[in-house]
């Protein structure tokens, strides 16, 4: 009886998960341990912060803004759907006392690309992120500091390998796909950019 209800949460759990829409991209190729992906000009609600370290206080902070924006904290006072997936640019040692730079952003939901609502706190804006290009490493598990360094630097080793050329190594993209309720099968990835030359 335990296996059943328990099989019957990861259910709910999995079509939860199914139903937040997800940043559109065309996939350019598929590697053995990483993608490569075109993600076309779109609008993400965005807040920044420095900070020495990633994913403790500091994505705390960011995602609390980014959520009340989501949950009415904008000029149309409305609640907008949760998206995928949560990225965050990372710029390392750009602060004055080598603080890295950490720009969290939610993808805004196709329903609201057109005029999405401003937000009402001022640490809060709309980004007009321009098309992406990224080599992709996914990862399972909760991530810590550690998870996205090792990730993305196995995905650099694995980029240089393949002759991959154009690819910024200076800074990089993390990005989350799941809430903090799913246990089981939580989807992370690092992102490196590519310099298109066109």
Same mark, same amino acid.
Do not use: G
């Given at each position: 009886?335990?296996?059943? /209800? /328990? &099989?019957? +949460? +990861? /259910? =709910?759990?999995? =079509? +939860?998960a199914l139903a937040i829409e997800s940043a559109p991209y065309d996939l350019v190729n598929s590697a053995e341990t990483y993608e490569e992906r075109v993600y076309p000009a779109q609008k993400w609600v965005t807040t920044s912060h420095l900070s020495i370290s990633h994913h403790e206080a500091t994505s705390d902070v960011m995602f609390s803004k980014l959520f009340n924006y989501i949950d009415g904290q904008n000029d149309a006072a409305i609640k907008i759907d949760m998206t995928a997936p949560v990225t965050t640019l990372v710029i390392p040692g750009e602060g004055p006392n080598c603080e890295n730079n950490f720009t969290m952003s939610f993808y805004v939901p196709a329903a609201h690309q057109d005029n999405p609502p401003t937000p009402t706190n001022p640490d809060? $804006?709309? %980004? %007009?992120r321009p098309e992406l290009h990224v080599f992709s490493r996914r990862f399972h598990g909760f991530a810590n500091? %550690?998870?996205?360094?090792?990730? /993305?630097?196995? &995905?650099?080793?694995? &980029?240089? *390998? *393949?002759g991959e050329e154009g690819v910024d190594? =200076?800074? $990089?993209y993390t990005a989350g796909y799941d809430s903090p309720y799913v246990i089981i099968g939580r989807n992370n990835e690092v992102w490196f950019m590519k310099n298109d030359m066109n």
């Open positions: 009886m335990r296996t059943f /209800a /328990a &099989l019957a +949460l +990861l /259910a =709910q759990v999995c =079509q +939860l809060v $804006y709309i %980004e %007009e500091d %550690e998870d996205w360094i090792v990730n /993305a630097a196995q &995905l650099h080793d694995d &980029l240089v *390998a *393949a190594f =200076q800074t $990089y």
